[in-house]
């Protein structure tokens, strides 16, 4: 209960009641006081942080959106209705940074592929969702029924690999990458954590060779050396060999990840379950491995962000993913220096994704906290 | 003992499970290996690096730090190559640990717009692909700076035009040895003072920072006394393009940007953690000390922040090493563009210049992981 400060005090000493704040330390004159007027060197941050943002947000505003052209048939014609971006470069090679040449009459299919992946993520990413169990068996045949709609075959037009590109060609990268490289980087990070010495030199050279190497490299060779390795003769699609390539990658770095959630778990965790008799798979699966992931949850989805963010590296061995179309679209003479705009509408692209990644895995470490907490 | 009772032991078990996985895999690698000379049998191709120093490389590289031409041999042509990934680790590193560390303490800046604008930061570097963020940048650079003829300039003495950024050029005279034997004294000095005062790092500290600043200021009066021995060739204008000075081309200011920009976000990121993970009781302890805020960061929150800064820091000096390679994207001519690149395709041995190319990364990164190691082991708490 709080009083006026000029009421009388007849109070026995010690229950007097608490005044309230004063008025300057309250609402959102205290707000504006504690955070952005608390000292001199303060206030005199924020004027120049809001003069810099001042003159930054208006020269971009200007340029994005007041000065910007939307549709336009050239850059030369951009330039003439006004002097901020051409956004027209993006309008006109819209499809091309969805799809890439992907047969206009089949779109149907990514299109179903990806209102597919919504549905198959749910049960994964939340585990209230209705008839999860289902949707679980749905989730794992995911891969192969995107793999068929996109491929075709069997009562499906075959749409070849080299005509996947801009965002397809990223998500078909990413979610691949990510799906094979999840178990083999456990089983890795298991197999350098073993007891039997074969296994963890195996595993340890495996990972400190490819965490130790460019990704372009490997790459380089997936495109260029690969078919040195196989017999004579044979030879498969670079897709995939791109697919193995970076799956293998981002599994060394997921395994040192989980390697440092299984280093964190205590010791009487495993005393525990061996005194329970329990095997070592046993140990593994039921005891070790679960806490061990919850632990490594923002290392794993650090990778996860980061293999995403490398799948643009395709371009450089000549696969059309967003970068590679954005670059083709500049070199037409149409469209010739506009890259600016190009790539910024490529970078919101992965910032969105990324980011919503990133905040997915702050969501479910602070969940699976409050369960620890109970 | 029965055949069944040794299977059924633990350690039997594994011996035959471990021969059994190794066999496998030196039976794959023997089939890979032996599908390669299968395939160079069926081509005409031999394995071995004589092409390195046999054959002259016939192309030009746009920037060399040791003497190259187009005659050079292709070994030179990889160590020019190798140089330059070098020069754009070593500026990169510099910038994204100043610019990181800056971002970092703003992060947790009492200022609420500071603090947000530094998060704003954060995220946007963290989460937009590196690749992406050296083409921006170049683009930006070939696109929007403006011709030498209009060069943007700063005091008349840094031009930054859509050819490149034109600085001065230091030129030492003989005098500046002086000035330079100075220096070092000091600095001996300094080391072998710091080095009695092992007992106590605190004044060591002391001891190391005045013994820098009292350094620096002889090399200053040595300067003066020398007669300024340091002149500045300025970049000038003569024709279509500044001559003099020291020029950076574009795709090694596009790329060094980047590549900064981008690490930076992450080192922030580090060194806000580093600075969280110092319990507040050792702060509230230091002030009712009495010790003023200055002291409090440098002797009591930094030095254990840093056991946390160190290692992951390290591995962003390690990334940005290992994303220069993506030099190729944009024309600047490091080991995987010379080596990896254009060597590969005029000679076709893509077997032994991919192995080389990798041999020097790994390389790099094994020094590099060697130094965590010792770091982590010397700074590492006793009795954990």
Not at chain 1, 225 to 233: E, K, R, S
Not at chain 1, 241 to 247: A, N, T
Not at chain 2, 281 to 303: C, E, H, K, M, N
Request: proline share 5%.
């Amino acid at each position: 209960m709080t009083v006026s400060p000029d009421a009388p005090h007849d109070y026995p000493p010690g229950q007097h009641p608490s005044l309230p704040p004063p008025p300057t330390s309250t609402g959102i004159v205290g707000w504006l006081r504690g955070n952005l007027f608390s000292s001199l060197f303060s206030t005199a941050l924020t004027i120049v942080t809001v003069w810099l943002l001042w003159l930054l947000i208006s020269n971009l505003a200007d340029w994005m959106l007041f000065d910007a052209v939307v549709s336009a048939d050239s850059q030369a014609a951009c330039r003439a209705l006004d002097s901020g971006a051409c956004w027209a470069v993006i309008a006109a090679r819209l499809d091309q940074f969805v799809y890439g040449f992907y047969p206009e009459p089949e779109r149907w299919r990514p299109n179903l592929v990806f209102v597919l992946l919504i549905i198959a993520l749910a049960p994964i990413l939340y585990d209230r969702t209705p008839a999860r169990k289902q949707l679980l068996w749905f989730s794992a045949a995911y891969p192969f029924i995107a793999g068929w709609l996109i491929y075709g075959g069997i009562g499906l037009t075959v749409v070849p690999t080299g005509m996947y590109g801009g965002f397809l060609l990223t998500m078909i990268i990413g979610i691949t990458g990510i799906a094979a490289s999840l178990p083999l980087g456990i089983a890795l990070a298991l197999g350098r954590q073993s007891d039997m010495i074969a296994f963890r030199i195996l595993c340890t050279v495996f990972i400190e060779f490819a965490r130790g190497v460019p990704l372009i490299t490997l790459l380089f060779v997936a495109s260029t050396m690969l078919n040195y390795f196989l017999p004579p003769g044979t030879s498969f699609d670079l897709l995939v060999r791109v697919l193995i390539m970076v799956s293998l990658f981002a599994a060394a770095y997921l395994a040192e990840a989980v390697r440092g959630g299984l280093q964190a778990i205590p010791r009487g965790q495993y005393e525990a379950a061996s005194a329970l008799g329990l095997s070592w798979w046993a140990t593994t699966r039921k005891v070790t491995l679960p806490q061990a992931l919850k632990i490594s949850i923002p290392g794993i989805v650090n990778v996860f962000v980061g293999l995403y963010k490398d799948s643009t590296l395709v371009v450089i061995i000549g696969m059309l993913d967003p970068l590679g179309i954005a670059r083709a679209a500049l070199a037409d003479a149409k469209w010739n220096g506009l890259s600016t705009e190009t790539y910024l509408f490529v970078a919101l692209f992965f910032f969105v994704s990324c980011f919503a990644m990133s905040r997915y895995s702050m969501w479910l470490e602070r969940r699976l906290a409050r369960g620890e907490a109970q | 003992m029965t055949a069944l009772a040794i299977w059924r032991q633990e350690s039997t078990r594994f011996v035959a499970l471990q021969i059994g996985g190794v066999l496998l895999i030196f039976a794959l690698i023997a089939w890979l290996l032996g599908n390669v000379a299968a395939n160079f049998a069926a081509l005409d191709k031999t394995f071995g690096f004589g092409f390195l120093w046999e054959l002259p490389a016939n192309y030009d590289i746009n920037q060399t730090l040791i003497d190259y031409s187009a005659q050079s041999t292709h070994l030179r042509a990889a160590l020019v190559g190798l140089l330059n990934t070098f020069l754009v680790a070593a500026i990169g590193i510099v910038l994204a640990t100043i610019l990181g560390f800056a971002v970092g303490a703003l992060r947790l800046s009492e200022n609420w717009l500071v603090s947000r604008l530094a998060s704003a930061y954060v995220e946007f570097t963290r989460n937009t692909p590196v690749l992406l963020l050296i083409l921006l940048w170049h683009g930006i650079i070939i696109n929007t700076l403006p011709h030498p003829r209009q060069a943007l300039s700063i005091a008349d003495s840094v031009f930054l035009t859509n050819r490149g950024v034109y600085v001065p050029k230091p030129l030492f005279e003989d005098g500046f040895l002086y000035v330079l034997a100075v220096f070092f004294a000091g600095l001996g000095a300094t080391w072998l003072l710091c080095r009695r005062q092992r007992d106590t790092p605190a004044r060591r500290l002391s001891v190391a920072v005045a013994g820098v600043v009292f350094s620096v200021a002889l090399a200053a009066i040595a300067f003066f006394l020398a007669g300024n021995p340091i002149r500045f060739e300025t970049p000038a204008l003569r024709g279509f393009n500044y001559q003099g000075g020291l020029s950076l081309i574009p795709e090694l200011v596009a790329l060094t940007w980047a590549l900064a920009f981008y690490t930076s976000g992450f080192i922030a990121e580090n060194v806000r953690a580093g600075i969280m993970s110092v319990d507040c009781g050792q702060t509230d302890a230091a002030r009712s000390l009495g010790l003023p805020r200055i002291r409090i960061l440098r002797l009591i929150v930094l030095p254990q922040a840093m056991r946390v800064i160190v290692p992951p820091l390290t591995s962003s000096y390690l990334d940005l090493t290992k994303n220069s390679s993506l030099a190729i994207a944009i024309g600047y001519m490091d080991l995987v563009a010379t080596l990896g690149g254009i060597t590969l395709n005029q000679t076709g041995r893509e077997m032994e210049a991919m192995l080389l190319v990798m041999a020097v990364y790994l390389l790099i990164s094994l020094t590099i992981a060697a130094f965590m190691n010792w770091y982590n082991n010397r700074v590492r708490l006793p009795g954990r």
